[in-house]
């Protein structure tokens, strides 16, 4: 099993994955150098049989649970991501972030199980939170998921806005755009928009430095169709991370939104669909695709922009903007 395993990683590197000549990294293993280069290719499949070679070696990493968790996760293989960020707490039950990750598996998990058992993953995904907090007040990404948490969950799992308030107050104490981000996203789960849009422009205004919660942002901003507030995020993105293609995603709506320069969304749009990963947090090729037709439309090219829904009803057939388009398209 081992031998063929490691084979399978030689093969992977050298087919699709490590540019030539590259080698892995000093002191870290082939399959888990492999398995990260995989995960960011997106190819979760693939990361996980390199994790699992590189547990066998190495069976006291907890490093290697964490990725084989996020990868479950991308996978949609819930309980899986359970059991390995369970045994990542289990090697290491100091370490926030793997109390974090494991929140968040018992977290998806529970958005698709039956009420009773959702009842129980929810009781989880809180404690695993609240932990994650407790071990590392500065771990921003896990006081946002505990805040979430409490501003959307129903009392008999421990939810509670009140509950959120002192963690919101503290985020603000320590990183002003973190904690307006908190109180602008517990007003979101409340469909308080008008109060959301307040917070979210103070988080952009006041130096936002993490692109998830930027672009989180950004999709805040696409539902309520806010072309400005899209721009301000794609500005706010590109100065915390200047590769991050997502930028071109948010811009590229802006500018369909406005209803202007069309030929240059659909650049952009293009340009994402090369270069973004198909991970969580991002949006999917469906959403792009259906923008892209949207951009076509705008353009006077009806033809190409049907291929275009199309194209987005195929990677996701719920998508109900590209419906809606088709049959708009169907009509003229």
């Known amino acids: 099993m081992w031998l063929g395993k490691s084979i399978l990683a030689a093969v992977f590197c050298v087919s699709s994955l490590c540019p030539e000549g590259a080698a892995a990294q000093p002191g870290i293993p082939v ?23 590189a547990a066998a070696a190495d069976p006291q990493d907890g490093e290697i649970y964490l990725l084989l968790t996020k990868s479950y996760i991308e996978l949609s293989q819930f309980d899986a991501a359970i059991q390995s960020a369970e045994r990542a707490v289990l090697l290491a039950s100091q370490n926030s972030q793997y109390h974090r990750w494991l929140g968040k598996a018992y977290g998806e998990k529970a958005e ?21 907090v407790k071990l590392d007040e500065r771990n921003f990404a896990a006081r946002q998921d505990l805040i979430e948490f409490y501003c959307s969950a129903p009392g008999i799992v421990g939810g509670g806005e009140d509950k959120a308030l002192p963690h919101i107050a503290r985020l603000e104490e320590l990183d002003a755009s973190e904690g307006h981000y908190a109180r602008g996203n517990c007003r979101r789960q409340k469909k308080d928009f008008t109060a959301a849009d307040i917070e979210f422009t103070k988080a952009l205004e006041s130096g936002a430095k993490a692109p998830d ?32 293609p997502r930028a071109d995603f948010y811009r ?39 923008w892209l037709g949207r951009a076509l439309e705008l353009q006077g090219d009806p033809a190409a922009a049907r291929k275009e829904y199309q194209a987005a009803l195929q990677a996701d057939p719920k998508n109900k903007g590209a419906h809606e388009a088709l049959k708009r398209l169907d009509k003229n």
């Open 31 to 53: 399959s888990l150098d492999a398995a990260r280069r995989a995960y960011e290719a997106s190819q979760y499949a693939a990361a996980v049989q390199f994790l699992q070679s």
């Open 112 to 132: 698709r199980a039956s009420w009773f058992s959702a009842l129980s993953l929810a009781k989880k995904t809180r404690k695993e939170f609240e932990i994650a």
């Open 213 to 244: 919660l930027i672009y989180d942002i950004g999709d805040y901003a696409l539902k309520q169709s806010q072309p400005g507030r899209l721009l301000a995020v794609v500005e706010a993105g590109l100065k915390a991370a200047p590769s991050d």
């Open 252 to 290: 590229a709506a802006a500018y369909i939104l406005k209803k202007e320069e069309p030929a240059e969304a659909e650049r952009l749009l293009r340009a994402y669909l090369k270069r973004a990963p198909l991970r969580t947090g991002y949006p999917r090729p469906a959403a792009a695709h259906e």
